[in-house]
């Protein structure tokens, strides 16, 4: 597995959970030394560890068991996400800066925009290296393509000189990329004869490139001396952040550049996705490894019985 390229600078504000205000807070003091004459040493830069995208696509089922503990250990490990809000429309970049405290329903946005991009991810792979696989039955429980139409007006003058519109809504060529879980717009629109899996990899490109943007900055790493250079150095180029979401919709970029496999977890249940760290990993963690042993112990015990 190749290391990520990107070195992420945190805030070095710890976070927690404020359940009754629904909002993730930072935690004061700024953990940080300082020289002794007011000079702060931040936290040093670090390297988001791989997986990270699917640890965070997991909190978004507030339901599942668990959900508050793993929430609040998610934020003790990383702190806040570095957004002011969200955007106003599917077509638009997380507005990433720092602030005191953000909406717990900002995170369930973002965690459960992520997880469908990593199902998204997940089927297209599978479609190109299984050719029996059902990939169009699958992306239906993620992706849908509606119908796109043309709305127009048209204004009637009426005698005391005001207008009446008239709405005409006309069938086009294309159609929407829509989101199946919730019926919100991706944001993407296609040619109707776009092969739904082709469109599916335009999706999910297009939406994590959009989330980079704003997010990442591009800068230089190592510079060596090279005759082969035209400039007499080669130059190693190096990404940061500043924003833990941005680290996140990098290590999803990368887990698709690198055409790394993710998983949904064996145990029924369980939906949680993960990368997983050898080829036979089936299960998203030890607790669910167990949980589906005895699961399947206890359906031998009472096929046994009869
Ligand atoms: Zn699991």
């Known amino acids: 597995m190749k290391n990520t390229n990107l070195l992420f600078y945190r805030s070095g504000y710890k976070a927690k959970v404020d359940w009754g205000r629904g ?4 935690v004061p003091p700024r953990q940080v030394d300082d020289d002794g004459q007011g000079i702060w040493f931040l936290p040093p830069r670090e390297r988001p560890l791989r997986g990270l995208s699917s640890r965070f696509a997991n909190l978004r089922n507030t339901k599942k068991k668990g959900f508050k503990a793993d929430f609040e250990s998610f934020v003790a490990e990383f702190g806040l996400l570095g957004i002011l809000g969200l955007p106003g429309n599917a077509y638009k970049s997380p507005m990433y800066g720092e602030s005191w405290e953000e909406e717990i329903n900002w995170w369930l946005h973002y965690a459960s925009e992520v997880y469908r991009l990593l199902r998204l991810y997940r089927i297209i ?4 290296n299984n050719k029996d696989y059902d990939a169009e039955g699958a992306l239906e429980e993620i992706l849908v393509f509606k ?26 060529p294309f159609v929407d990329a829509v989101w199946t879980e919730n019926e919100t717009e991706t944001g993407q629109c296609f040619p109707e004869t776009t092969p739904p899996i082709e469109a599916a990899s335009y999706v999910l490109i297009s939406i994590v ?3 980079l943007a704003g997010g990442i900055i591009l800068g230089k790493g190592k510079v060596v001396p090279s005759k082969k250079s035209p400039m007499g150095y080669s130059i190693v180029e190096q990404r940061y952040t500043n924003y833990l979401l941005a680290a996140i919709y990098n290590d999803l970029w990368e887990l ?6 993710v998983n949904v977890c064996g ?32 359906q031998a015990q009472k096929n046994n019985g009869q």
């Open 23 to 26: 909002k993730v807070v930072v």
């Open 125 to 128: 792979r599978k479609a190109r």
């Open 147 to 172: 119908q796109a139409y043309k709305i127009s007006y048209t204004g009637k003058l009426q005698d005391n000189s005001q207008y009446i519109w008239t709405e005409h809504k006309e069938e086009t």
């Open 209 to 211: 490139s959009r989330n």
């Open 256 to 261: 698709i550049r690198d055409d790394q496999p």
């Open 267 to 298: 145990y029924s249940g369980c939906t949680n996705i993960f990368v997983p760290q050898r080829k036979t990993g089936e299960y998203c963690s030890d607790a669910c490894r167990v949980a589906s042993n005895r699961k399947r112990k206890a």
